[in-house]
C-alpha cells in the first residue's frame, strides 16, 4: 500500500508569505495529525482529524494556522502570514480505527515538510 | 496538562544493551508508544504497550508499568544503524486517541 505522502518536501519562504502543506493519508486511515518537530527538539502535536473533522486542535499555535481535511481524505495546513518561528519540520502522521483497536495505536509518519522562513 | 520525560542523549557501546526510560504524566492513559526516527528522515512505529509487561520484537523491547505512569524501551545487541533519536508517545483515551510525543532521546552507539 502508498504511505503517507507530504508535499512540499521543502519550501523557503519569506516573513509574511502564505504557504500551504498538502499531506494524503494512507487510503482507508480516519485518524490523520499534524505535528512540527522544531531544531531537533520535541515532536509537538498541533492536531488531529478523525475523518473530515477536527478532533482535538488544542496543539495550533496561533490563528495564523489553518487546517482542512476535504472529505476525509487529504488534509492542508496553511500558515498565512508565515513568520520566523514557523520554520521547522512538520510531519503528517495517519492511523485506523478508533481507540480500542489496535490499528488506532500505530501511526504512519510521511517524510515532512521542512519550512524555512526567512 | 501532559508531560513526558526521557534522558536527552545516551550513549552505548556496539553489541551493547542500552535502556531508555520514559516517565509520563496523562489523564485518560491510554498505552505507551516507541517510535525511532533518523536524522533527516520521518519517525517509524518500533512497539506499543497498553498493558503492564514487556513486549519483545526482536532486538527490541518495551515496557510499561502504568502504576508507575513508567516506560523503558530496551535495545538488545546494538548496531551502529540504531544510533537516532528514540521518542515515547503516549495514547489518551476517548473514542478516537490522541498520541502525544515526548522530547525524544538522541542514541549514539560507538564502536
Redesign the interface.
Known amino acids: 500500500e502508498a504511505g503517507v505522502t507530504q508535499f512540499p518536501s521543502h519550501s523557503v519562504i519569506e516573513k509574511g508569505q502564505t504557504v500551504t502543506l498538502r499531506c494524503d493519508p494512507i487510503s482507508g486511515h ?2 490523520l ?1 499534524w ?1 512540527r518537530r522544531v531544531m ?6 498541533l492536531l ?1 482529524f ?1 475523518k473530515e473533522s477536527k ?2 486542535e488544542s496543539g495550533m499555535p496561533n490563528n495564523r494556522f489553518l487546517a482542512e481535511r476535504t472529505g476525509g481524505t487529504y488534509s492542508t495546513l496553511k500558515v498565512q502570514p508565515a513568520e520566523l518561528e514557523d520554520s521547522g519540520v512538520y ?1 503528517c ?1 495517519s ?1 485506523q480505527g ?2 480500542s483497536s ?1 490499528g ?9 515538510s521542512r519550512l524555512t522562513v526567512l | 496538562g501532559q508531560s513526558l520525560e526521557q534522558p536527552s542523549e545516551v550513549t552505548a557501546v556496539e553489541g551493547a544493551i542500552v535502556q531508555i526510560n520514559c516517565t509520563y504524566q496523562t489523564s485518560g492513559f491510554y498505552g505507551l508508544s516507541w517510535y525511532q526516527q533518523h536524522d533527516g528522515g520521518a519517525p517509524t512505529f518500533l512497539s506499543y504497550n497498553a498493558l503492564d509487561g514487556l513486549e519483545e520484537t526482536g532486538r527490541f523491547s518495551s515496557f510499561l508499568s502504568r502504576s508507575d505512569s513508567y516506560g523503558y524501551l530496551l535495545l538488545q545487541e546494538l548496531q551502529m544503524k540504531d544510533s537516532a533519536s528514540y521518542f515515547c508517545a503516549v495514547s489518551r483515551s476517548g473514542g478516537y486517541q490522541k498520541v502525544t510525543f515526548g522530547t525524544g532521546t538522541k542514541l549514539q552507539v560507538i564502536p
Open positions: 480516519d485518524n495529525y505535528y531537533g527538539k520535541e515532536i509537538k502535536f488531529h478523525v478532533q482535538d510531519f502522521a492511523s478508533r481507540a489496535s488506532a495505536n500505530v501511526l504512519t509518519f510521511g517524510a515532512g
